[in-house]
């Protein structure tokens, strides 16, 4: 593929990847406030865990899906998908069809997710790894970054009902660069070899495994943080408003200025081993400092959850740059693996909630302690790991 083309689909996918995280972001932090008007807190884990379950079962057949309909097809109609189902999701008061809707369109966003990974690696070039892959991770989450500002004021002047209508508006700009700009694209002869069948190789592989524990770890800081730091900052007197509206935005800035220049440092300067190790370090300490503090004031709780994002960066784009790296463009289950480490961290994040549920009413910061003992035990796993340069 020539380069001057090669530049131009990557942007084009960046500009998808900012689309698709607005709509993942703006009812992000809010589904588990909103699910908790109709279940209670031990449901809602279970129902993320289920969905998770299921998304990660839905995944074990992207790469045959991929080779067949190509990234693209599968995208578009994935992207309709989409659409039909938050909104359903959005307008029904049904419980039964409000779970239902919950695991499609769970279902429905990680294998978008996979897609957005397939096309970022067919237009990536090895030498420039750590670069392509800290901006599509600056991007990604400069989506998160601004999604919380828009879903705090639509909460404060409508309704959930009105959240999840804009974000299923954001697909529709999505839908328009993906077919212009994306449906006639040579892509690469995939391999057709399950997501399962890939693991075990892939998990043999000391530098692989290394890179999936790191993402699983971050992803699962992730997962607490979307599933039990609103509850738990509500316990403390914080309003879910000033939640999203203020503290999320201003703790989720390193996670948009630091991807770029970490991604940056690992092609040029530094280990990938390094850098992870310190970020699972910083991770650790600022969630243990989660339990800890009990300050109802914002600006403690940015400086906590702003310092614990420049962990999460260093880890998360480590992470991508080295697994991607080490695997090709055609190898869409390697690529599936890696995109689902965030469908199995909440599922195991789900499990563990369920499992101390009676404790989590009166002591939700539970599930701090015991993700800041995990991520202290998975540098383990990393040290092992041997850097790329």
Request: charged fraction near 10%; proline fraction near 4%.
């Amino acid at each position: 593929m020539h380069h001057s083309v090669r530049n131009r689909l990557l942007v084009v996918t960046y500009i998808l990847t900012l689309l698709y995280a607005l709509h993942y972001g703006i009812p992000l932090y809010a589904t588990s406030s909103y699910l908790h008007e109709y279940f209670n807190s031990s449901f809602i884990s279970g129902l993320y865990m289920f969905a998770s379950i299921c998304a990660l079962i839905a995944s074990t057949f992207i790469a045959k899906q991929i080779k067949r309909y190509h990234t693209y097809g599968l995208t578009f109609g994935l992207t309709i998908a989409e659409i039909i189902v938050i909104t359903m999701f959005a307008f029904t008061h049904n419980i039964y069809l409000l779970v239902f809707f919950f695991i499609v369109h769970y279902i429905v966003q990680t294998l978008l997710y996979v897609c957005l990974n397939v096309f970022i690696e067919s237009f990536s070039k090895h030498a420039e790894t750590g670069s392509i892959r800290g901006l599509f991770l600056a991007l990604f989450n400069i989506g998160i970054l601004i999604s919380p500002l828009i879903g705090g004021t639509i909460l404060e002047n409508s309704s959930f009902e009105i959240l999840y209508v804009v974000s299923a508006l954001m697909l529709i700009p999505f839908m328009f660069f993906l077919h212009k700009y994306l449906s006639q694209i040579e892509e690469p002869a995939y391999h057709s070899i399950s997501m399962l069948k890939a693991f075990k190789p892939a998990w043999r592989n000391k530098n692989l495994r290394a890179a999936m524990i790191a993402q699983f770890m971050v992803s699962c800081f992730y997962a607490v943080m979307i599933i039990y730091s609103p509850i738990y900052i509500s316990t403390l007197g914080i309003s879910l408003t000033t939640y999203l509206s203020f503290i999320l935005p201003f703790s989720l800035v390193p996670l948009v200025v630091l991807p770029y220049e970490i991604g940056f440092l690992a092609d040029t300067k530094f280990g990938e081993k390094e850098l992870m190790i310190t970020g699972l370090v910083i991770l650790s300490v600022t969630t243990f400092l989660c339990v800890i503090t009990t300050s109802t004031n914002p600006l403690v709780w940015i400086a906590i959850l702003g310092t614990s994002r420049i962990g999460a960066s260093f880890v998360e784009t480590m992470a991508f740059t080295y697994y991607f790296k080490k695997i090709g463009p055609e190898d869409a289950s390697l690529t599936a693996i890696f995109s689902n480490m965030i469908g199995v961290s909440t599922i195991v994040v789900g499990a563990i909630g369920v499992a101390v549920s009676p404790f989590i009413v009166e002591r939700p910061q539970i599930m701090f302690v015991i993700l800041g003992c995990a991520i202290l035990f998975s540098i383990y796993y990393v040290l092992p790991m041997r850097d790329t340069r």
